[in-house]
């Protein structure tokens, strides 16, 4: 007998898993969470030091599918996001345009922040990484890393990036078939925190020339509080060809490239760089979940539907819809 048992185990708690678990629990359904995280969020992440804070993974948010702009509508209302109205430009070689004219939201106070409210009132277990997942007469026997206790489930989901979900899916192998046919591209992301206010006359910037794609200032999002910092997230092809430089010296080659192309000096009094390996899909699918009712194994996450939060979103509901369409 395994000590630990539940009806359906969702492993990731990203927008994608923390959205299913949510669905699920609402419809009576024993659900326990689990991410290899101390924290929740998983690409909507927030890095945290003393009186500064900055978004290091995904950005902001768009709302295009009517679901998701009433959903947003909701979190606008109870505060768990308002939007961004930071000047945002696209800025190419030859000079800046306004970026495309679209509703940009954050969650607040910070990007984690959005994921750790909608999963308040879950089980969800910290620090807890899949490493095997055992087919069992009665559902799944899941096995954690560090000789965390073994669970038993009668249905897994994985809400994880899809590299992250082939890893397990031997004993499913259509189904690691087609998380190992989506790549990821990398992205290492810069941070920097900044003693002053950088004299610059935008908040963000889409990049579209040199090793720099995306560039902000944090402060200027809606409940960031603290010290003025400035994320600069370089283009896959060059995270790809520094996929193994120090961090140290990729925020050091981030920074000189972010002062060279805004003209001025940044002074920092600190930086640092994080490496996205899994970053955004390159080659999404685009069936939203999957999942196979026969065997309780079900996948979600952006990348079963596109590259962005949204489509995170999108897919952890579809994949709980499925679930309680099979019974
Ligand atoms: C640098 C960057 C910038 C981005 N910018 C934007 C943007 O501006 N706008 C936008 O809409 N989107 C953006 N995105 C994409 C956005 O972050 C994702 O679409 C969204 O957050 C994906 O959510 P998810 O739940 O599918 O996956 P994730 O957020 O990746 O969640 C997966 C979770 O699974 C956990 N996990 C993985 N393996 C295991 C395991 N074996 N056991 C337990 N837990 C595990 C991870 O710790 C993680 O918490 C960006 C992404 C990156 C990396």
């Known amino acids: 007998m395994l000590a630990f048992h539940t009806d359906i185990a969702v492993i990731g708690a990203g927008l994608a898993g923390v959205t299913c678990a949510r669905q699920l629990a609402a419809a009576g359904y024993q659900v326990q969470l689990f991410d290899k995280s101390k924290g929740m969020g998983g690409r909507m992440a927030t890095r945290r030091g003393e009186q500064f804070a900055i978004d290091h993974g995904a950005q ?14 909701r979190w606008l209302v109870d505060g768990r996001c308002a939007a961004w109205t930071g000047q945002v430009v696209q800025w190419r070689a030859e000079g800046q ?7 940009r939201y954050v969650p ?4 984690s922040s959005l994921c750790r409210s909608l999963a308040d009132g879950l089980d969800v277990a910290l620090g807890q990484r899949l490493v ?3 087919r069992q007469e009665q559902g799944w026997q899941l096995s954690f890393a560090d000789d965390q206790p073994a669970w038993l489930a009668r249905q897994v989901l994985l809400a994880v990036p899809p590299a992250q979900a082939a890893a397990l899916l031997g004993p499913a192998p259509e189904l690691q078939a087609l998380a190992a046919s989506v790549a990821m591209e990398p992205c290492w992301a810069a941070m920097l925190e900044l003693p002053d206010r950088l004299p610059l006359p935008i908040d963000a910037a889409w990049v579209e020339h040199g090793p720099i794609r995306w560039l902000a200032r944090n402060t200027s999002k809606p409940g960031r509080t603290g010290r003025e910092g400035w994320v ?11 996929l193994d430089t120090r961090a140290e010296q990729v925020a050091a080659l981030l920074h000189a490239a972010f002062a060279d192309l805004v003209d001025v000096e940044v002074e920092v009094s600190r930086r640092s760089a994080h490496r996205w390996l899994y970053g955004q899909a390159a080659n999404p699918l685009t069936l939203g979940q999957v999942y196979a009712a026969d065997i309780g194994l079900g996948l979600c996450g952006d990348w079963c539907l596109g590259t962005r939060i949204e489509d995170a979103w999108l897919s952890g509901r579809a994949l709980a819809m499925a679930v309680q369409a099979a019974g």
């Open 60 to 73: 902001y948010f768009t709302a295009r599918h009517p679901d998701f702009i009433a959903e947003v509508a």
């Open 108 to 111: 607040q106070p910070g990007m």
């Open 97 to 103: 345009t306004p970026a495309y004219p679209e509703q």
């Open 232 to 242: 600069i997230h370089a283009t896959p092809a060059w995270s790809q060809q520094q």
């Open 132 to 134: 095997a997942l055992q």
